[in-house]
Structure formats: structure tokens, C-alpha cells
């Protein structure tokens, strides 16, 4: 298991602070959770890819498979190295 704190991307730029715990994480695979309070996002922030920044550097790119106030389920795939100063 996956856990850690980074931060989410979503379409419109808004950036939210997040926990995450991921289950399954291999290089091209991975299954987990987003710990994160949605209760004051429109919904359809979801509906397009998210794009998570791991606290070590690392950042995955994401869909929402499921969502309440208090968490996201989610799927998604490693990126490349990014340059967040980019």
C-alpha cells in the first residue's frame, strides 16, 4: 500500500490538498483513494482527468470512479517526471 499527502489538479486549475491510499500501484496500474473535502466543488470537476502530485515528487493522472464530501475513488497511470515550476 500507497499512502501519502500531495495535491489535486482539476480541470479548472483549482488546486486541493489531498491524502492518498493506493492498493494497487505498479508503474502502469493504479487503484485507490483520495482522502479530500468536495463538498464545495461542482461535480464536474470529475468528469475529466486529475491530476495528482505525490509529496515525493512523483505525479499520476487520474479518473474519478466514484465520489462523496469526504473522498474520491480513482484509477489511474504514473506520469513522466513533471516540472510543477513549468
Known sequence: M???IGSITLRSGRVLPVHYQFGA???HHWVGYLIVETAH???SEFSF?????CDEGR???LAVTNWTDRYMSV???LLPA???AA
Request: glycine content about 8%.
Open 41 to 43: 466543488t461542482d461535480p
Open 75 to 77: 484509477v489511474g497511470r
Open 59 to 61: 505525479a499520476v493522472e
Open 82 to 84: 513533471l516540472d510543477r
Open 49 to 53: 482527468k486529475v491530476l495528482l502530485h
Open 25 to 27: 500501484h505498479e508503474d
Open 2 to 4: 500507497l499512502n501519502g
